[in-house]
């Protein structure tokens, strides 16, 4: 079990202050490393990879069959 220290509301008040601070920059930095993740250049896939789908194998282009983006497929478990 942790020992927590006791103190005064101020001294509670004082850190919680810091440590909103520390949340927000923290909460900055991953913001500007999303960015940053997004400016990454793309690169050619060059490999032929190959899939096992329900319609048997399909390389890479095939399963984006012209769009930019796979489809996003969602399974939802009924009760």
Known sequence: MTD???GTREQWQAARDEL????AEH???GQRATE???QLPWV???KEYQF??????KTLAE???GRSQLPRVQHHVRA
């Open 27 to 29: 909460a900055e930095l």
């Open 52 to 57: 096992d789908t329900e319609h048997g194998k």
């Open 63 to 65: 399963l984006f069959d």
């Open 36 to 38: 940053q993740r997004r």
């Open 20 to 23: 909103a601070n520390l949340e």
């Open 44 to 46: 050619p896939v060059e």
């Open 4 to 6: 927590h220290k006791i």
